[in-house]
């Protein structure tokens, strides 16, 4: 009995020893490591010239970090702005394969992101400041030397938003920005908006309606990314305006509209006034009378635009997007005969015929500039 009792005994203890030794041995325990101590590339005081290419990159690469456990570390890029310490750093990434590798491929794009947020314009050229931040779990250490490198930033946006929006005190959605009327999109990486502009009052252009977008503004004829979320412009009268953007060559236009009429070919000028509604929509009321000839009656017709920039005043025709166009259409005519599209002036050429239903009556002109769809405009009777 004696000897089971201290069997029993025996077993006790063990347990407990046991018990005592799996507590102590998962109690977790900071790996030390070493910082990394040197860098190898690219060399200190680098120049580099960003290029547009989706495959343009920069090679880093740096000395592995030494583990206590034997383990590998993972790794940080860390970039500053040139008199920064590191300790709020503008930008951190990982290097490749996950942090595993003690190199990291860096596309030109991000890079011209982080310029930007060290303050850099589009086109400018400045210096940053790079180091490498080496991690096991909770351990952290940086690396004991950090270099420079010399960056011109793109001419154009790497990183080119896929809608644009204008918002803003002196827009036509004011500063409520669920209510930012959106830019239609020619071309990649170019937008345009028609729309009325308030005198003294601010707009800019954002990327999305949600609550952190990013924000853009024309500074003369640059277009410029905000890093602070500020940033704006003024017209300085009142009136419609015609803003293109290209985020391609960073570049901002604004063109007044100082109006826009039906043109009628035969009589060669407007005879019917179109006024402004809001949301890059105009229209127009009048009467029409086909002009007779010895050879008949003449529909023929085109929308005028009539603008001004830097003081220089340019008359345009909007036409069909078939310059070969030359029939009147029917009731049931595909919406496409009436898209749009910016001609030369002249008086015969790239215009639409009228439905003889519209001879002698009066007519209401829709023509439609925005991002609905297709630039396009309607006729009816007038009411």
């Given at each position: 009995m ?10 006790l ?28 590339a690219?060399?200190?005081g ?16 740096w ?50 992101k ?15 400041k ?16 950090s ?9 154009g ?11 803003g005190?002196?827009s036509e ?7 930012a ?29 949600d609550?952190s ?8 004829t ?10 704006s ?27 826009i ?35 008949g009656?003449?529909?023929r ?26 029939n ?18 002249s008086q ?11 001879d ?5 002109f829709t023509?439609y500039?925005n991002?609905?769809?297709h ?9």
């Amino acid at each position: 009995m004696k000897t089971k009792t201290n069997i029993l005994l025996l077993l006790l203890l063990s347990i407990v020893f046991l018990g005592t030794s799996c507590t102590q041995d998962m109690e977790y325990k900071d790996v030390a490591l070493t910082a990394v101590k040197q860098l190898y590339a690219p060399k200190d005081g680098y120049s580099l010239q960003l290029l547009s290419s989706a495959t343009a990159s920069q090679y880093f690469e740096w000395a592995t970090s030494k583990v206590e456990d034997g383990g590998s570390p993972l790794y940080e890029v860390v970039f500053d702005k040139k008199d920064g310490d590191f300790s709020k750093p503008i930008y951190r990434l990982t290097s490749d394969d996950m942090g595993t590798r003690n190199y990291a491929t860096i596309s030109h794009k991000v890079l011209d992101k982080i310029a930007a947020l060290a303050g850099l314009g589009s086109g400018e050229t400045g210096t940053l400041k790079w180091t490498v931040v080496s991690s096991r779990g909770l351990s952290e250490m940086t690396a004991e030397q950090s270099r420079t490198i010399t960056i011109t930033r793109l001419l154009g946006f790497a990183d080119i938003p896929a809608q644009v929006y204008i918002t803003g005190e002196g827009s036509e959605g004011g500063t409520d920005i669920s209510k930012a009327l959106a830019f239609s999109s020619p071309a990649n990486g170019e937008f345009e908006i028609f729309t009325k502009l308030e005198a003294g009052k601010e707009y800019h252009f954002v990327s999305t309606k949600d609550a952190s977008p990013r924000l853009f503004y024309s500074d003369g004829t640059s277009l410029k990314e905000s890093s602070t979320g500020t940033g704006s412009t003024t017209v300085a009268e009142t009136g419609t305006y015609r803003i293109n953007l290209d985020f391609n060559i960073a570049t901002a236009s604004i063109t007044k509209i100082k109006s826009i009429g039906f043109y009628f070919c035969p009589e060669d000028e407007v005879t019917i006034d179109f006024s402004y509604q809001g949301n890059g929509i105009w229209q127009g009321t009048g009467h029409v009378d086909f002009y007779q000839w010895d050879w008949g009656k003449d529909q023929r017709y085109k929308i005028e635009m009539v603008s001004e920039k830097s003081g220089v005043e340019s008359v345009t025709h909007w036409g069909p997007t078939n310059p070969s166009l030359d029939n009147a259409p029917g009731d049931d005519e595909a919406a496409s005969y009436y898209y749009m599209q910016e001609w030369p002036a002249s008086q015969w050429d790239n215009k639409w015929k009228l439905q003889d239903k519209f001879d002698g009556k009066d007519v209401t002109f829709t023509v439609y500039l925005n991002a609905s769809g297709h630039y396009t405009h309607s006729i009816k009777l007038a009411n």
